[in-house]
């Protein structure tokens, strides 16, 4: 914490605010003032808070930041970061929620903005009508951007089911984490979950859901950009895969059986997707649990058949081989 440069505190101790925003910045002065004005322009019947996280940008995002400051400082209570956090391994996302004072977390990325004035108006309504639900979520528009031009590529969330969503629906759906408002009570439930988790989208949405079910606003309340620079869109397929691989891991460690199968499924996937064959990922498979190993040969040997993945198909036979010698042992 002696790293952080907290400049401003416009809140006494018994002013409770209904929702924290976190925004999460690095390097985004090109989209950064559209991220703030959408937040500072949102209409509610209650108190909310921004607090903007600038983790060591190197270019004019921290000037921005200090000059909304300055026309919001009732609003806006920035972090400056001296160090980079993400690059030593810290989640800038979790970091900041510590400094958090609202019931309700809404989280952005500052190339992200939100396009709904009535956002957190609309979510705060409905997570107060139904206290069973651990967050909210809605649709978002999709922006890729294309030689500096930014080009609207479609809506997500339309795919969502009419009803909320489960555990089970977060293997095949992904939220913008622009649309997320979470009971902070809850989110301190999840946060001793995290640990070596980085992924801070799916396996928030993975904890949460487990926590209890999702709300859905079927509404597009936020824009998503889609550029080089970001952290996830700058790794290569191989990282991605690989980067895949270790979340899934980690969550197949950390649930009970209820729901380890459902992970296997999903880690046999990224394994073969990604030629992942090492001694290594066969004894994690075992460390996990013998039963993930049966659920690897046979995902295998239906992919072998069926020639599901367009991949080495002699790669695929070895694997398949040495996961049947293993399941003899075990």
Known sequence: MDSIQKTLDCYNADEIPMV??????????KWIARALDSFVSQKTNFKFEILV???????????????????????????????????VGNIPHLFVTEMAKGNYLAFCECD??????????KQVDLLEAYPECSMCVAYTETIDLIEGEEILRGVSGA??????????????????LSTYLLRAECFNKAKKWFGNIVFLDKTLLFIMA?????????????????????????????????????????????????????????????YIESQYYEN????????LSTGLLRTAQ?????????????????????????????????
């Open 210 to 270: 487990d926590i209890g079910p999702i709300k859905v606003l079927p509404e597009v309340v936020s824009a998503h950009l889609n550029q080089d620079s970001g952290v996830w869109t700058s790794l290569n397929a191989r990282k991605k895969h690989y980067f895949l691989i270790s979340v899934y891991e980690e969550l197949c460690s950390k649930y009970k059986q209820e729901h380890r199968h459902k992970f296997a499924k999903q880690l046999v996937y990224w």
């Open 53 to 87: 996280h600038d983790d060591a940008s190197t270019d004019s995002t921290p000037d921005i930041i200090r000059e909304y400051v300055r026309l919001y400082p009732d609003l806006i209570r920035p972090i400056f970061q001296v160090k980079n956090q993400y690059s």
């Open 159 to 176: 795919e969502y089911p009419n009803r909320d969503l489960n555990f089970d629906d977060i293997f095949t759906l992904m939220p913008s």
């Open 280 to 287: 290594g990922c066969v004894k994690k498979l075992i460390s």
């Open 112 to 121: 992200d903005f939100w396009n709904d004035p009535y956002k957190l108006q």
């Open 20 to 29: 924290s925003i976190l925004a999460i910045t690095y390097n985004h002065e």
């Open 298 to 330: 046979l995902t295998i040997k239906y992919s072998i058949y069926r020639d599901t993945y367009s991949i080495n198909i002699n790669w695929m036979r070895k694997w398949y081989r040495s996961l049947l010698s293993k399941l003899r042992r075990h």
